[in-house]
């Protein structure tokens, strides 16, 4: 009780929440906001090119690059790629599952290659598993040697 007695109501000093939503917000300077509104289109501009997190994540950009070698002539439309967009962060997430799985079965912290591999095996049905297991560790086994061959020039 005595402390509830000592307590005081607001003070003069800080606003109350209703004089807070009833204050009109300050104008800003016409120079300022015309300076800050250059910055900002002259940032978009010029050679450098805005990053992936920029505009979120995408994978857009990487589909024609993977399709010109197995069918030259052949492209996409916009209502493909965005389908092909939103399934492969979904089948990426749940390979990711699906080998944090396999990896606390076997009482590890770390997920190995080997759980990829697996993971892919189990999630994608029959021969597409197998071709995706093959030709994954056929795109890692590539990486890995021409690391190699780099630090040795």
Not at 22 to 33: G, L, Y
Not at 107 to 117: G, L, P
């Amino acid at each position: 009780m005595a402390a509830a007695s000592t307590m005081v109501g607001p003070s003069s000093e800080t606003p109350s929440e209703e004089q807070l939503i009833t204050q009109e917000p300050k104008e800003a300077n016409s120079t300022t906001a015309q300076k800050q509104s250059k910055q900002r289109k002259r940032r978009c501009r010029g050679p450098r090119r805005c990053h992936a997190n920029c505009r979120g994540d995408s994978f857009a950009t990487y589909f024609s690059r993977v399709l010109k070698p197995v069918h030259q002539g052949l492209s996409l439309s916009q209502e493909a790629v965005s389908v092909m967009d939103s399934m492969v962060p979904n089948i990426l997430d749940r390979i990711g599952t699906e080998a944090g799985r396999l990896a606390r079965y076997t009482k590890r912290m770390t997920i190995t290659s080997r759980d990829i591999q697996m993971a892919v095996r189990l999630l994608l049905p029959g021969k597409m598993g197998k071709f995706a297991e093959s030709q994954g560790t056929n795109a890692a086994l590539r990486t890995s040697l021409c690391a190699i061959w780099q630090q040795r020039k």
